[in-house]
């Protein structure tokens, strides 16, 4: 595969000139899904921290740049929804969407750092009893068996990837939209029916499919999403 892209074949979510930009990086596969992530290249020419991609590779090569608490070497990495970045000295950014369905990177601080709301898309059960859970994200996580369920949102602390609170998708609960036509807007539950989930917000009411809803808190959210 190239590790290259042609401008007119990125996704949607990433705000960049067509007509200037010829050629992209690549993201690599395995964290996101291709349309919820750009190349951490990208992100770096689009704060002004590079010019180049001889600059971009500097960055990155000097461990200036960390994902999720842990260090980026590949400018090709890729970065998207709930990530977490840390560009030295003191840039903090977490990844979400806003009301286009534009990747955005809003600014976050203290406990923020190390906290990340992860949505469950897959469960099944190990050898030894225990229960792995598979985030959207791309990663797992070994849990006790529990009420776990595709949808529900676990919180980790990261990089150590340990527990801090399980949020069910259930009515009254917080959550954002990562697709359809509300995309990047937070709102309420109020029912969930199958796949089908319908949510809230003032007298907005939207119904929408399970897979395009994350739950970001119980009255509030307990991490930044707009």
């Known amino acids: 595969m190239s590790r290259h892209l042609k401008a007119y074949a990125i996704p949607k979510s990433w705000t960049l000139l067509k007509k200037v930009n010829k050629w992209t990086s690549r993201p690599l596969p395995g964290a996101h899904p291709f349309e ?3 190349p951490i290249s990208l992100l770096l ?5 590079a010019k180049t991609m001889r600059e971009v590779k500097s960055i990155v090569n000097a461990k200036a740049v960390l994902v999720d608490g842990k260090v980026v070497t590949d400018h090709h990495h890729p970065i998207g929804f709930m990530d977490i970045i840390h560009i030295k000295p003191k840039i903090n950014l977490r990844g979400s969407f806003d009301h286009k369905g534009r990747l ?7 406990d ?3 906290r990340k709301a992860c949505k469950v898309t897959g469960k099944r059960t190990v050898p030894g009893g225990k229960v792995q859970l598979s985030f959207l994200d791309g990663r797992n996580l070994l849990v006790e068996k529990g009420s776990f369920a595709i949808g529900d949102t676990v919180v980790l602390e990261v990089p150590a990837q340990k527990m801090v609170e399980h949020l069910p998708l ?6 954002f939209l990562i697709g359809g036509r509300h995309k990047g807007t937070l709102m309420k539950v109020e029912s969930v029916e199958g796949n089908q989930v319908r949510c809230s917000s003032g007298k907005n009411h939207v119904d929408t499919l399970k897979e395009f809803v994350v739950v970001v808190g119980k009255d509030k959210p307990l991490v930044k999403v707009c």
């Open 170 to 175: 259930a009515k009254g609960h917080a959550v």
């Open 45 to 49: 020419r689009k704060l002004g921290f």
């Open 36 to 38: 919820f992530a750009m």
């Open 112 to 114: 923020e750092l190390k």
């Open 104 to 110: 955005v990177f809003n600014d976050i601080s203290g």
